[in-house]
Structures are given as C-alpha cells and as structure tokens.
C-alpha cells in the first residue's frame, strides 16, 4: 500500500528568517515513525540555507516549484534541474495553475520540464486542474485527462511511476473552496486509471496522486480517508506550523483507517 503524502507548496511567501523558524518546528516534531512522507517547496532563492537546515532530516524531502527544462545556458532569471540536483533537492512542483496562468507554461512546457527532471533524478510533482467554467460545463475529467496525457508524453513505465500527480481544480485554489472528497477521488481515480492505460496496473498502483486546493485540517479529513487520494499539496496551510502538523496527523491516522478498512 502507498504510503499517504503531504507537500506544502510554500509558493512567494515567508521572509528568510519566518522560513528558518517553520522549518525548525518541523523538524523538531516530525518523527522518524510516522508513514506519512513529508516535503516542502519553498521558494527556490531559500533552497540552499534550508537544505541545510534539513540535512540530517531525511523524513523532510525538499522541493523546488518551478524549474526550466534546459541543463544550462543564457535563460536569465530561470533556475536549471542540475543545479537543483547540486543542492540535493529531491522535487519539482511542474505546471501548477499558477505557472500556467501568470507564466503562460503549456502542457508542451510542461511535458519537457516533466522529461528534464526525471533526468536529472528530480522526482516531478506534475500538477493538474481544471477552471471554474470547465467544471460548471462538465468538462473537468476530459480536460484533466488531456493535461494528464500531454504530461506524460514520451515517458517509459519506469519513469511514469517516479512521478507525482497532483490534481488541484483552479477553483478551489487559494479560494477557500474545496472539492469535495467525493468528486475529488473520481477525477483521481480517472487520473490512475489513465496513467494504467499508458503503462500497466503495476505502475499506477505505485503513483501516488495528491489533491490540492484550499487543504485545511478542518476539510481534509473527508479526502485523505479515500484509498485513492494518497494526500495534499497544500498551498496557504502549510505556512502555519500547527495546521500542517495537523495534516501530517490526519494522513497518518488516515492510513492506519484504510489498511484495516480500505474505502
Ligand atoms: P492552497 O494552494 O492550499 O492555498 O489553495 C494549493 C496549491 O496551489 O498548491
């Protein structure tokens, strides 16, 4: 059984020493027992410092959110997956809404940082997601499935089940709006079938797909409890210490529920 997973996606926030401080807490209460796997994308001008806050805590992965698809070269302002790989950092957040939406990535951008990462041994936290207007006129698991495909474009089995998907709806983003659990685990549950469609039922078992968009202790307990959602990528919470250790706290007696009682 997949073990749950809980990001936080610190996203342009947290000045240095705010961001020193939350990463202390954690990891001076995240214990080397719990079955939740834990990890952190903050913002990539802190990557450095707090890796080594983090290097003796192997139970705090660490991502970066962005990343360009090219090794080197005269690209200014962008960030390489080979010196990501330099610093040690284990992730990549790849197409999330917002990159999508102020930075005009498509899914070809997409699919290319999706190729590059995977290269350089960077585990991509591929995102996806549907707009309001997609959903209202029912078209969210066609477009979601489209995305899915295009991201995955060109890869083997033996890469499709390194990555990580995280089906975060535009409109549940930052909004305080949820989606439900239950409309949640259909649109997952389409993403696993989809990727056993492009690879066999061995590697979607082992992809672990996370929903996000307004993740909060108080409305995550009805998601992490599906089979399917394996945990969150989540946004605004994850920059209080107490709320994301709460999250942790729920995925873990979330997975504990579904081994004996699998939903
Ligand atoms: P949110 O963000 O939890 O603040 O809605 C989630 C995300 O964008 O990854």
Redesign the pocket.
């Known amino acids: 059984m997949r073990n749950k997973l809980i990001i936080g ?1 610190w ?1 342009m926030n947290l000045g240095l020493a705010d961001a020193q401080d939350l990463v202390f807490k954690l990891k001076s209460s995240i214990g080397s027992k719990q079955s939740t796997e834990v990890a952190i994308c903050p913002p990539s001008v802190y990557l450095m410092t707090l890796m080594n806050v983090l290097k003796d805590t192997p139970q705090i992965k660490v991502g970066a959110q962005n990343m360009f698809y090219k090794e080197e070269g005269a690209y200014t302002g962008e960030t390489s997956p080979k010196m990501l790989k330099d610093l040690h950092v284990q992730m990549v957040i790849i197409g ?3 990159r999508r939406q102020y930075f005009n990535e498509n899914d070809k951008d997409v699919n290319l940082k999706v190729k590059s990462a995977l290269k350089f041994g960077l585990t991509p936290i591929l ?1 996806v997601g549907e707009d309001l207007k997609t959903r209202e006129n029912g078209e969210a698991e066609n477009y979601v499935k489209n995305q899915l495909i295009e991201g995955i474009k060109g890869l083997n089995n033996s890469e499709i089940e390194k990555i990580i998907i ?1 089906y ?1 709806p535009i409109w ?4 305080g709006k949820i989606c439900s659990g239950e409309d949640a685990n259909k649109i997952i549950k389409m993403i696993r079938s989809t990727i056993k469609d492009k690879s066999s039922s061995n590697v979607s078992d082992k992809v672990k797909i996370l929903y ?4 909060k202790s108080d409305n995550f307990k009805e998601h992490i409890q599906y089979e399917d959602i394996d945990g969150g ?6 920059l209080n210490f107490e709320e994301f250790i709460k999250l942790i706290d729920l995925a873990n007696t979330a997975h504990e529920q579904t081994q004996s009682h699998p939903v």
């Open positions: 996606n996203k999330h809404s917002e995102c995280a975060e549940a983003i930052g909004t996000g968009g307004s993740v990528l989540v946004g605004g919470a994850s």
